[in-house]
């Protein structure tokens, strides 16, 4: 079985839990059964989810629940030997273990604030509401932790050694086990700088979660070829581009179904057309489902 065959082939299997969670869908109709459930979700709904913690039926905003207990149960029990574990929460917001930290980037979850206690630090790339949830930030800050961006003052700034919380330049620093690069990429063609690209180097394991990028061209990693690449194919980014710029091991496609949207989601078609331009440059992808492990 060659590479293409297992990613479009091997069906969606390679993509962790996402098969084995469908509603007993075949693996290739898993999109589409996402993609049903969430449309059914309106961005009003997904905002009362998100205030009170009533699903209302909607099975998104079940799986969307269910997405948190999952990540919290594995982080508690996963033994990290070497590479990190890293688990897509919801849409860009991942958690990464090592064997040393925990930490979180663009992490929003009605719940987010349970994790606080556990992390050692969080990163966010942009000040939107899906990639940055005050409430969350506000706990981590009460709990004396580390945040890192290009728009918060200086919440955790006592863990930096006066380092500083802000990201808005090329930076380096390290916390823990983690070594972490920053730089700027613009998030469309008018809000120009306004995402952070992290750079993650743990060890010889190398990621790169660059949020709402649309210019692959200020992405220059510091570290070479990720092993991960987190990013978001719809704010105008070249996809086929930055595959053959950043040449990652992995890419792991995220914020495809943002309910708090009442427009600009991705449909399954649109998802299906980034995924063959990166099979084009003959990258391997991902399309991890809320609470899926990626690595």
Not at 25 to 37: G, I, S, T
Not at 52 to 68: H, N, P, W, Y
Request: aromatic share 10%.
């Amino acid at each position: 079985m060659t590479r293409r065959d297992f990613i479009a082939g091997g069906a969606l299997a390679a993509l962790g839990t996402m098969a084995r969670r469908a509603d007993a869908a075949e693996p290739e109709n898993v999109l589409a059964v996402w993609q049903r459930d969430t449309d059914a979700v309106a961005h009003t709904a997904y905002n009362q989810y998100f205030a009170d913690g009533q699903t209302r039926g909607l099975v998104s905003l079940e799986k969307l629940d269910r997405a948190f207990e999952n990540m919290l149960a594995e982080i508690k029990t996963v033994q990290i030997t070497d590479k990190p574990a890293v688990w897509m929460v919801y849409n860009m917001g991942v958690v990464v273990k090592t064997r040393k930290a925990l930490f979180s980037i663009d992490l929003v979850h009605r719940r987010a604030p349970e994790l606080a206690p556990l992390l050692d630090f969080a990163l966010i790339t942009h000040n939107h509401d899906d990639h940055y949830r005050p409430e969350f930030y506000r706990a981590l800050d009460r709990a004396g932790k580390t945040v890192a961006s290009n728009f918060l003052d200086n919440y955790g700034v006592r863990n930096w050694n006066r380092d500083g919380g802000f990201t808005r330049a090329r930076k380096i620093f390290k916390i823990k086990d983690v070594e972490i690069a920053t730089s700027l990429t613009d998030h469309n063609n008018y809000l120009v700088d306004f995402t952070t690209a992290f750079e993650i180097k743990v060890g010889a394991w190398r990621m790169l979660h660059t949020g709402d990028c649309s210019n692959v061209q200020k992405l220059n990693p510091i570290w070479g070829r990720p092993d991960l690449w987190v990013f978001f194919p719809g704010c105008g980014v070249d996809v086929a581009a930055g595959e053959r710029r950043i040449r990652p091991a992995l890419t792991a496609y995220g914020h495809l179904w943002e309910l708090g949207h009442a427009k600009w989601r991705l449909t399954t078609p649109m998802v299906e057309r980034a995924r063959r331009l990166t099979l084009a440059e003959g990258g391997t992808v991902t399309i991890p489902l809320w609470g899926d492990r990626i690595v």
